[in-house]
């Protein structure tokens, strides 16, 4: 079959409210963002066969949605979960073990309303080789692969601020944004430090919320509500890396970016250079470096300069995590739903900052402390 014969579109996108929100569970946020997609498509419970959720079982959140789904994923892989959903998703709806997909996701990352502990158990890899030395959390589980990254590419600590500033360009203004005034490099150096190299503006916002998609076939799609304005599916990659940090191939390269995008590019029959807008998970501020130069889109050691000369800025020739991004626009501890959510509002041309001309634009996520990766290209172009 050909791609075009194949094709999956999102026809149905939707963002709970953002922030603090200890009135609602994390179930209660995915059944928010779930009738918010589906009334996005104009469909409804009625219509949808198939169901993911990362974490707590998709069973168990069908069964409070009241469906009863004849597919569901409940893959789990950290952040980048709902990018591998979408890709499942596509290869079930061509298998035909369904029709309508609900991709969701809720988290109560901040008030931690319906949230079950859940430590390192002592018998994982992590519990009996990183967490008994106090390599426990994400800000000191990424110290020494940045600070290594640093000295090999000579990447600078103002380089490092200048992502956060880049994307304080795009958030600046933005009500949905947790951090929406625009910084300098001397706000961010200026930020207490939390793991050296650092500081707090280089660390993701902590927030609650959810988001959902609705995933059908193309041609269903451009029969729904929303007509005109489908996302399709032009191609999607996962892979991964090792569970712990001090296990990688090499920690100063995200092996999982770079394949996993490579098989993204290749099914989408796309270039670099075809690429229109670009979101990268970015929990912390060193991950869109890792990101544009594992991905391809500069050389080793490029990355900072890239980003400090406003390439991936408003009116730069790339633009990058274009409402902020998990540093400044929303972060509930697994973020990659929300990076997926602005990739469809460029596409649709709904963005609060919104690109020009936008026809491609690829999510790059990320599971872990580089242990899983995904990415999908997504295009508002059928072919």
């Given amino acids: 079959m050909s791609r075009k014969q194949h094709a999956v579109a999102i026809a149905g996108a939707a963002e709970t409210d953002l922030g603090a929100l200890p009135q609602l569970s994390e179930l209660d946020l995915r059944a928010d963002a779930a009738h918010r997609a589906l009334a996005d498509a104009g469909l409804t419970l009625a219509d949808v066969d198939g169901i993911t ?35 499942h998703a596509a290869a079930a709806i061509h298998a035909g073990l369904c029709t309508t997909v609900l991709v969701l996701h809720g988290q109560s990352g901040r008030s931690h309303v319906g949230r079950v502990p859940r430590p390192a ?40 601020a200048e992502v956060v500033v880049a994307q304080s360009h795009w958030a600046q203004g933005n009500p949905r944004a947790s951090r929406n005034k625009l910084l300098t490099v001397g706000d961010v150096l200026a930020s207490p430090m939390i793991a050296y190299p650092f500081h707090k503006l280089e660390c993701c916002v902590v927030t609650d919320g959810g988001g959902a998609l609705l995933i059908t076939s193309a041609e269903r799609a451009r029969d729904l509500r929303r007509c005109g304005t489908p996302v399709y599916l032009r191609g999607a990659g996962e892979s991964c890396d090792s569970p712990l940090v001090s296990m990688m191939d090499d920690m100063t390269r995200a092996k999982g970016f770079r394949l996993s995008s490579r098989a993204a590019f290749a099914q989408a029959g796309i270039r670099h250079a075809d690429v229109d807008h670009l979101m990268i998970y970015d929990a912390f501020a060193h991950l869109p470096l890792y990101g544009l130069e594992d991905m391809g889109f500069v050389g080793r050691g490029e990355a900072g300069a890239f980003i400090a000369e406003g390439h991936t800025r408003p009116g730069g020739r790339l633009p990058l995590n274009t409402h902020g991004g998990g540093l400044l626009y929303t972060h509930t501890g697994m973020y990659g739903m929300f990076a997926i959510l602005e990739s469809v509002r460029q596409l649709r041309g709904e963005a ?18 580089f242990t899983a990766a995904a990415t999908l290209v997504l295009s508002n172009q059928s072919d």
Wanted: glycine share 10%.
């Fill in 352 to 369: 609060f900052r919104q690109v020009e001309h936008v026809r491609t634009s690829v999510v790059q996520g990320v599971g872990g402390m």
């Fill in 53 to 87: 959720s990362a974490v707590d079982s998709p069973i168990d959140v069908a069964h409070y949605l009241g469906i009863t789904p004849s597919w569901y994923d409940g893959t789990s892989v950290g952040g980048c979960s709902f990018l591998v959903h979408v890709r």
């Fill in 121 to 160: 158990a002592p018998f994982t890899m992590a519990g009996q080789f990183e967490t008994p030395y106090g390599v426990a959390t994400p800000p000191n589980m990424f110290t020494l692969p940045m600070l290594r990254f640093m000295k090999e590419t000579g990447t600078t600590h103002e380089q490092l």
